[in-house]
């Protein structure tokens, strides 16, 4: 089985600073999928093009920050964070009438909920960071007939997230980072006809490199390219952001 799969995300995130120390943001985006999967069949040589598109709305997050410490000098400054995520998911999509999909999902499909923590520390020229966090997937009861399956209740599997890396200052204005992201997400849990299956666990591991510009004391571009280096993780995920700060008049 060969799979080549390609997404285009844009997107929308707003961040609100409560006080000095919290924080609160919503994130939202449109997601453009399209996926080619090859089966060649060993006994004949013969080739199974699937072709899928998928278009929509794709996973809609809320998440909360607060600044634990004071920071600075030799502490780092530690932040509390918790992130709420839904979107629309696999069981979501039309089928055939045998229960296959004509379209993508575009979003996890499940309620999820993620407490982290994240840390950074000064050390001029350069700034170490790093998160720590474990994603809650919550279970539900989809209760659907897709062929000849009826499913039951899905438990998506929870992941442990870690991330550190550290940013250079090259100028006042350029800076560049490097990092490493690992998360080891368990096996999804499926009833089928009344009998629970559980798939096995992934590993996906990516290298970080980032490239931050200030355009004005106000307006930044930041690009990020996460490469693969474990089996379970994307060749390549490449995203731009351009973050805009508004000073709300007093």
């Not at 089985?1 to 995300?9: E, I, M």
């Not at 966090?133 to 659907?144: H, K, P, T």
């Not at 849990?189 to 931050?212: A, D, H, M, P, Y």
């Not at 390549?236 to 000073?247: D, E, G, L, N, Y």
């Amino acid at each position: 089985t060969d799979s080549d799969r390609d997404t285009l995300t844009p997107g929308l995130g707003l961040r609100y600073g409560v006080t000095n120390r919290l924080e609160v943001d919503a994130r939202g985006s449109y997601v453009i999928r399209d996926d080619r999967v090859t089966n060649t069949e060993i006994s004949t040589g013969t080739n199974n093009i699937q072709e899928l598109e998928g278009a929509d709305i794709g996973d809609v997050e809320f998440g909360v920050h607060y600044q634990i410490n004071q920071g600075g000098g030799a502490l780092p400054y530690l932040v509390g964070n918790l992130r709420v995520k839904t979107g629309t998911g696999p069981f979501d999509v039309a089928r055939d009438a045998n229960g296959i999909e004509t379209e993508l999902a575009t979003g996890s499909g499940f309620w999820a909920i993620e407490p982290s923590i994240s840390f950074v520390h000064q050390t001029d020229p350069a700034v170490l960071f790093g998160n720590f966090g474990y994603l809650f997937n919550i279970a539900d009861d989809v209760d659907q007939v897709i062929g000849a399956a009826r499913i039951g209740e899905v438990d998506p599997g929870d992941s442990f997230n870690a991330s550190f890396g550290i940013g250079i200052a090259l100028n006042e204005k350029t800076s560049i980072s490097l990092g490493y992201s690992h998360s080891y997400v368990l096996g999804t849990s499926t009833e089928l006809n009344g009998i629970i299956s559980k798939s096995n666990s992934l590993q996906v591991g990516s290298f970080l490199f980032g490239l931050s510009y200030s355009i004005t004391d106000n307006i930044g571009v930041n690009v990020n390219l996460a490469a693969g280096l474990t089996e379970d993780a994307p060749d390549a995920r490449v995203s731009v952001r351009v973050p805009i700060a508004f000073k709300l008049l007093e």
